[in-house]
């Protein structure tokens, strides 16, 4: 009978904090508040009092609010397939006045062109097999991607 006990103990103390945590998790609530991007800019978490209350104004309230200047990215862009090999897709949401520069891993600009519509096709598949970096400029903004050339 000893040796059940000491058996056991294990799994009463793991229930015992499962039971715990889900008891603290239905407390606590979480509000989140996005951007026309889709970034996260403010995080609630709302905590109501032990005790019942005749004022549910007075629950604790926590606030996160993230700098909207940490944001900046403006171009909205899909590259791939990343790794590639040869034809690297470019779609762009707002490609008037964006440019697209390539570069290899030494810094040497080996492509580049202007954009003509949302969907842009760049061919690399003369160049060899390695990393490359691929810069998109429109309207004073730039987004760069890192791409993975396979031979």
Do not use: H, W
């Amino acid at each position: 009978m000893k040796n059940m006990f000491f058996n056991l103990k294990p799994a009463f103390v793991l229930l015992a904090l499962c039971l715990s945590s889900v008891a603290y998790s239905q407390n606590v609530s979480f509000v989140y508040s996005y951007d026309a991007s889709g970034n996260r800019v403010q995080r609630k978490i709302e905590q109501p009092p032990q005790k019942k209350l005749s004022n549910p104004a007075s629950a604790s309230v926590i606030t996160d609010v993230v700098k909207i200047d940490e944001v900046k990215t403006a171009i909205v862009a899909l590259v791939y397939p990343n790794p590639t090999y040869g034809l690297l897709n470019i779609s762009l949401e707002n490609f008037e006045n964006a440019t697209y520069q390539v570069f290899d891993i030494s810094g040497k600009e080996i492509s580049q062109g202007k954009f003509t519509s949302s969907q842009m096709i760049i061919d690399i598949s003369n160049e060899g097999s390695g990393q490359y970096l691929v810069k998109i400029t429109s309207n004073g903004d730039t987004q760069s991607y890192l791409i993975t050339k396979k031979s």
